[in-house]
């Protein structure tokens, strides 16, 4: 192909991927990113000898990524190393109840007949109707360009959607398979993985639980950020121009077709094509149509966070903590109806350290504790911070959480007006639009622009969606979309 020049704006996980898959396929490759350091919402942040993750915390379908690899000629476990997570959590309820949700079936089998017999075989059934999906999904909307017309493959998947319960909200499905108000919880916290309510959003999410059990969670040793690290020392080593704190204020185009990028700074950048890995709703800003991004009824969930390094070892915690609200559909008319912090938050806790001794001090615990938030434009002032961190904490005293407040270290807090500022996400709504109906939850933003010519999009916010793994099927898709529309 002649010689041609990509511009990747934002240098998250897509938007290295992107960079990567776009050079071995020959093109000139330079990639801008606003911050100071690569990875986006997949970062870390470092103190008083803690390490935290502030992004993703486990990786799925591992066999993505050793693809991703070998098509940069690599063997992922010549650079990375994945350990699989088992139990995949600890949950623990309001009125008392704690279990292990593990992959192991004896195990896991003997726990459901302890909350509610009937349930292991509707788990069975839900566990199939995940699966019915995941397979219609892998080869067609997981693999394609959504703008494509279906292919034979595609029209033969089709012929074996599970058509009862798969299209009905998603909360009912749950209901229809479990009895255990328990179990309806846990399960009814998936769509909250694409930042949605359950209550909302379509029962076709349901191949989210069925790909976290079937294939597993895995953490990746040194922390997630390592991936980033080693991805952007791979892209330096291919030559790919990589510039730090460089945003651009504007996709530059002429009779429909983009030009290049420019740079805040008042430097232009000539391109054949561009890619932007980022919230998609701010496109039309940068290319000057509009002043206005994601409407506030559209907007996914955004996240309060804690960083917390604890001086002292927790045994009692697992690497993934789940601490549920007392009434789960009024956290969810909270966050999306009302558009406030919930006054009884269900909280995640992350611990690496308890599988990753590097993440933190010999005598210590690294702590990531995050409670869903609605992606508004409100300011979250001290009070507002202060108020929140007490519902946080109220809930995790109420679940049977450690009292560690004597034993902190260091604690930083990442509020949503903190990821809108820094990663570009309106409200900080961490992936874009929400997955509310059937439309929203499959029509997400095209990996090609069906307008400008050369203008192209990765990410979590675009086709196929959010999640690590769905990430690199987006840049794969963008690669494959560049080199067909853009080889002349």
């Not at 009905?168 to 479990?178: A, I, L």
């Amino acid at each position: 192909m002649p010689d041609k020049k990509a511009i990747v704006i934002g240098g998250g996980l897509g938007g290295l991927a992107a960079a990567l898959r776009l050079s071995a396929a020959g093109w000139r490759v330079t990639l801008c990113e606003q911050s100071a350091s690569l990875g986006g919402k997949m970062n870390e942040r470092r103190s008083e000898g803690f390490r935290f993750d502030t992004g993703p915390s486990l990786v799925t379908m591992p066999w993505i990524f050793e693809e991703f690899f070998e098509t940069l000629g690599l063997r992922l476990r010549d650079h990375l190393e994945l350990t699989p997570l088992r139990p995949l959590a600890r949950y623990a309820f309001a009125d008392g109840t704690t279990f292990d949700y593990t992959t192991e079936m004896p195990a896991w089998f003997d726990t459901i007949r302890r909350l509610e017999p009937a349930d292991v075989d509707g788990f069975l059934r839900y566990m199939r109707l995940g699966a019915r999906l995941y397979e219609l999904s892998r080869g067609t909307f997981l693999r394609r360009p959504m703008t494509d017309p279906p292919d034979g493959v595609a029209l033969a998947a089709m012929t074996h959607f599970p058509l009862r319960h798969a299209w009905g909200n998603y909360d009912e499905t749950v209901r229809h398979h479990f009895h255990d108000p328990r179990l309806r919880q846990l399960f009814n916290r998936y769509p909250t993985y694409v930042g949605s309510s359950p209550y909302r959003c379509p029962a076709t999410l349901t191949l989210i639980p069925f790909i976290e059990y079937a294939f597993g969670g895995w953490y990746v040793q040194g922390g997630l950020y390592r991936m980033i690290e080693c991805l952007a020392e791979i892209a330096r080593q291919r030559g790919i121009e990589i510039r730090l704190e460089s945003p651009v204020a504007a996709i530059e185009h002429r009779m429909r077709r983009i030009t290049g990028v420019q740079l805040a700074s008042g430097i232009g950048l000539p391109a054949h094509a561009v890619v932007l890995n980022g919230d998609a709703s701010t496109a039309p800003i940068l290319l000057g149509e509009t002043t206005n991004a994601l409407p506030i009824t559209e907007r996914s969930l955004s996240g309060l966070v804690f960083l917390i390094g604890v001086g002292r070892k927790l045994p009692e915690l697992h690497h993934h903590n789940v601490y549920f609200s007392a009434d789960y559909p009024a956290e969810f008319g909270q966050l999306f109806d009302d558009r406030v912090f919930p006054n009884d938050p269900t909280v995640y806790v992350n611990v690496p350290s308890r599988s990753d001794p590097t993440c933190a001090p010999k005598s210590g615990e690294t702590l990531f504790v995050m409670a869903n938030a609605p992606a508004s434009d409100l300011p979250w002032d001290d009070h507002t911070v202060t108020y929140a961190r007490g519902c946080v904490m109220e809930r995790l005293r109420s679940n049977g959480f450690p009292d560690i407040e004597s034993d902190i270290v260091t604690e930083q807090v990442i509020t949503p007006q903190h990821m809108a500022a820094r990663y570009g996400m309106p409200g900080g709504a961490i992936y874009g639009r929400h997955s509310h109906g059937w439309r929203r939850a499959f029509w997400r933003q095209p990996n090609r622009d069906g307008y400008y010519k050369g203008l192209y999009y990765v990410g979590g916010g675009s086709h196929p969606g959010g999640g690590t793994p769905i990430v690199l099927l987006s840049a794969q898709i963008v690669t494959e979309l560049m080199q067909r529309y853009e080889a002349n």
